[in-house]
């Protein structure tokens, strides 16, 4: 799975350049958002500008994200999602769980 991972400010941002999120990798993003609550970083934005689709799989390692990054005393936000996967986190009414940013730098201006 391509992640890149830059940090700015107080804010870990986690940046997805795949087109699928879904079964075949959500395990990989899940591990690396575990690493980085454990090494100490608290708040994580998770940007999903190249993601066009996202299955069961995919929205679980987030919501696992999330709780543990609120568990830790941290938060976890979204940016740039695209309409398909906006859709599905409408129909599972998960953007009322998620602070979800139309892009990275109306993210990091709330954050930052």
């Known amino acids: 799975m391509n992640i890149t991972v830059t940090q700015q400010d107080k ?6 350049d ?3 999120l879904d079964a075949n990798n959500s395990g990989e993003l ?5 690493d980085l ?8 934005l998770i940007d999903l500008e190249h993601v066009t689709f996202i299955d069961s799989s995919g929205i679980g390692a987030l919501v696992s994200g999330f709780k543990n990054a609120t568990a830790g005393g941290g938060k ?14 409408e ?5 009322r769980v998620f ?14």
Do not use: P
């Open 11 to 16: 804010v870990t941002i986690v940046a997805i």
């Open 18 to 20: 795949e087109k699928r």
């Open 30 to 34: 899940k591990s690396q958002m575990i």
């Open 37 to 44: 609550l454990q090494s100490g970083q608290r708040n994580l």
């Open 76 to 89: 976890l936000f979204l940016c740039n999602l695209q309409q398909q996967v906006q859709s599905i986190f």
């Open 91 to 95: 129909l599972t009414r998960l953007n």
């Open 99 to 112: 602070d979800i940013f139309a892009d990275r730098e109306s993210a990091l201006q709330k954050l930052g």
